[in-house]
T-cell receptor, first 115, second 116 residues
Framework: GPKVLQIPSHQIIDMGQMVTLNCDPV?????FYWYKQILGQQMEFLVN????????KSKLFKDQFSVERPDGSYFTLKIQPTALEDSAVYFC?????????????FGPGTRLTVL | GDSVTQTEGQVTVSESKSLIINCTYS????????LFWYVRYPGEGLQLLLK?????QKGSSRGFEATYNKETTSFHLQKASVQESDSAVYYC?????????????FGSGTQLTVMP
């Protein structure tokens, strides 16, 4: 079936540095999402993005977070600066639409460790 | 706000035995939320297993079934005879479109181990 890819699979950085997580969504999908899962906790929604704009974001989507998809390339999540509490697995998803029949397809995740 | 509860973090079942993984939900919208079961096999991304968007209806896929019960606000996942290849983490989730949101809200997941 359709696949979402995420690069890298693991990232280790020092607190205060910038990090960019990359997502290669399903090719004809229009809606993009990031979710965050801290070890041992539930996966939680961060943001969704459509037509170059953030459509919806949660309280977890701090001011240090930003998303973009320049020219139909990777959909990225940038964190600048990073904090210890940003350590988590970040999952990207994409969907063709947002109706009740629009399935979100997920990537395998990027494990981010902030030291 | 909306929430999903999975009470079992881990379930171990012998091959060919039946399975039930419990899921209850709370949704704030007046209308009914959409309900989902997702599965993550080792080393892979989350995959949609089944979904139901109408209360009272049953969804099924790969031998798994779940019925949308509005009275008990439950969406338990069942399978009559599990196989070793079903070992994975199962997540119950909901979306609440009438609230204007398309985000998925997940339960904490249930690790299923099927013993040969």
């Amino acid at each position: 079936g359709p696949k979402v890819l995420q690069i890298p699979s693991h990232q280790i950085i020092d607190m205060g540095q910038m990090v960019t997580l990359n997502c290669d969504p399903v090719s004809n999908h229009l809606y993009f999402y990031w979710y965050k899962q801290i070890l041992g906790q539930q996966m939680e929604f961060l943001v969704n993005f459509y037509n170059g704009k953030v459509m919806e974001k949660s309280k977890l989507f701090k001011d240090q977070f930003s998303v973009e998809r320049p020219d139909g390339s990777y959909f990225t999540l940038k964190i600048q600066p990073t904090a210890l509490e940003d350590s988590a697995v970040y999952f990207c998803a994409s969907s063709l639409g947002t109706g009740s029949y629009a399935e979100q397809f997920f990537g395998p995740g990027t494990r981010l460790t902030v030291l | 706000g909306d929430s999903v509860t999975q009470t079992e973090g881990q379930v171990t079942v012998s091959e060919s035995k039946s399975l039930i993984i419990n899921c209850t939900y709370s949704a704030t919208s007046i209308a009914y939320p959409n309900l989902f079961w997702y599965v993550r096999y080792p080393g892979e991304g989350l995959q949609l297993l089944l979904k139901v968007i109408t209360a009272g209806q049953k969804g099924s896929s790969r031998g798994f079934e779940a019925t949308y019960n509005k009275e008990t606000t439950s969406f338990h996942l069942q399978k009559a005879s599990v196989q070793e290849s079903d070992s994975a983490v199962y997540y119950c989730a909901l979306s609440d479109p009438p609230s204007g949101s398309w985000q998925l809200i997940f339960g904490s997941g249930t690790q299923l181990t099927v013993m040969p």
